[in-house]
């Protein structure tokens, strides 16, 4: 399942942006190859970030991995419901278990990155 | 194209067909092609701790031991108390260094005729090598690891299971019991041994009879709630359970006393590694094997540095959530004179320390 709306960064996270707002999470597809995740480390709001900032951790059983900012923007954000609810990244990643919410410092990075079709190639590949 | 060449190179249990059509997901383990989870590793955990999961463990090696001089050979070559052990037991034990090193660890059946050895899969060589090197002539060895498969039925519903579908020698067994039976009409070995902390069996048979005993108890196993399970569940239920595993909390330099598996040193025979074993048993060895409960979230995986105050004490050997208890929980090998059970350490997680409290390596234990 991959929304068309939304843009992709190789390592897996997407940003759905919304006027002045992008909400951050990753994919189905690499919450399926996690597996179930057990804990979540968020970010601060307020935090600036550039684009390729790891800004937050993911871990599952089996591993912990990085998060990395698709864009840069402000954290404006956090869903905070992952600190006791991490399997909303697992049941529904592109809703309920988005991460963060950024507003984008540079709106024109969201050309740089993958949209919807390229990611589709890039995880079928 | 690297990757190609890599997993043709991996090898297959005789179930791997069964892994695919049930969607499991598949790693490289130990030289090996296995599946780390079906469902999912926390669903699968549950299952094994509140029904019976089932679990294709083929790639263990498994060797024959046989002839006159075979208890006095194992005798030479574990610290376990072999030469006590009785026909229809089995025995948990190491394959211990003149340097009282672990070149693997062990369940080792005695049958009327034979011991078998249930070895790690990526200690096969390494253990045959091992034990060729040191085997006198009156002792014959067989490698059957190839040609056995190795199935696990475990968790509570395990006897009620096992009772529809297997004859009497093998329900009938108690704990580290070992009889051959018969399981949906084929003749084999089966075990009561596993490595959850459940109630449960050990089933050894010829790879040719695997997938229909495997489908058998899946099929069977659905009024009992039964469900396949994973390398990723395999490895959360040993770790609540104290159960050690090789790479992790044994090694080639490290004894079984430092690993803290003392009580599983009860031979009194002049067994590898014997001196210096029993001086550490006798009068402590320098490091020793602890268990963390971490009190946040973060997990504490191996390698990471353990701490009291700005001291650097040990390290982490495994770390995992604890499904059944709802905690990160770890083992780690620790400085023997700086920490003791009860005491507050701090394990070191990217860069931050956070505090987590001493604890015994078996962190769960079923209730009868």
């Known amino acids: 399942m991959i929304p068309q ?121 | 194209m690297a990757n190609t060449l890599e997993a043709a190179a991996l090898k297959t249990t005789p179930l791997h067909a069964q ?23 926390l669903e699968e955990h549950q299952a094994v701790r509140q029904a019976v999961g089932l679990f294709d463990v083929s790639h263990m090696g498994e060797f024959v031991v046989k002839g006159e001089g075979a208890a006095r050979f194992l005798a030479r070559m574990v610290p ?113 041994t596993g490595y959850t902390g459940e109630d449960g069996f050990e089933l050894y048979m010829p790879n040719e009879q695997a997938e229909k005993i495997w489908n058998g108890l899946l099929e069977a196993g659905k009024d009992f709630g039964i469900q396949p399970c994973g390398l990723g569940a395999r490895d959360t239920l040993r770790l609540e359970a104290g159960l050690p595993l090789y790479g992790h909390e044994l090694n080639d330099e490290t004894t079984p006393i430092e690993s803290s598996l003392g009580w599983t040193v009860k031979s009194e025979a002049d067994y590898l590694g014997h001196e210096e074993i029993a001086r550490q048993k006798a009068e402590g060895a320098g490091k020793k094997l602890v268990g963390l409960k971490l009190l946040g979230k973060q997990i504490a995986r191996e390698g990471y540095a353990v701490y009291v105050g700005d001291a650097p004490v040990g390290k ?8 059944t208890l709802g905690y990160p929980i770890a083992t780690a090998f620790v400085d023997a004179k700086q920490v003791k059970a009860g005491d507050q350490v701090e394990v070191e997680i990217r860069g931050k320390r956070f505090p987590a409290e001493v604890v015994k390596t078996v962190f769960y234990r079923r209730s009868k």
Not at chain 2, 23 to 33: H, T
Not at chain 2, 316 to 323: D, E, L, N
Request: net charge negative; proline share 5%.
């Open chain 2, 80 to 192: 376990g108390d072999i030469l006590n052990l009785p026909i229809g037991k089995c025995l948990y034990t190491q394959f211990t260094r003149p340097s009282g090193g672990v070149v693997d660890d062990t369940i080792i059946c005695r049958q009327s005729d034979r011991y078998l050895l249930v070895v790690n899969a990526s200690n096969i060589d390494k253990d045959w090598a091992w034990l060729s090197e040191h085997r006198p002539a009156d002792v014959d060895m067989q490698n059957l690891s190839d040609v056995t498969a190795m199935i696990a039925v475990q968790g509570p519903q395990a006897d009620a299971l096992m009772r529809r579908i297997a004859t009497s020698d093998i329900t009938d067994l108690p704990f580290f019991g070992v009889a051959d039976g018969e399981v949906l009409g084929v003749r084999m070995t089966a075990s009561r």
């Open chain 1, 5 to 125: 709306d939304l843009k992709y960064a190789k390592s897996h996270e997407y940003a759905r942006i919304a006027g002045d707002e992008a909400t951050i999470g990753i994919t189905d597809y690499a919450a399926e190859q996690l597996g179930d995740v057990v804990f979540v480390e968020l970010p601060e709001v307020g935090r600036e970030l550039s684009k390729g900032d790891s800004f937050g951790v993911v871990e599952s059983v089996k591993a912990v991995s990085d998060l990395y900012a698709p864009l840069s923007g402000k954290v404006v954000a956090v869903n905070e419901r992952l600190n006791d609810e991490s399997s909303l990244i697992n049941d529904d990643p592109f809703g309920e278990g988005w991460i963060i919410k950024i507003a984008p410092s540079n709106p024109a990075e969201a050309n740089e990155i993958l949209d919807a079709k390229q990611y589709e190639e890039l995880i079928g590949g």
């Open chain 2, 316 to 323: 982490v050997a495994s770390g995992a959530p604890s499904p």
């Open chain 2, 19 to 41: 892994h695919i059509a049930l969607k499991a997901r598949m790693v490289p383990f130990g030289g090996w092609d296995m599946p780390v989870q079906y469902s999912g590793i």
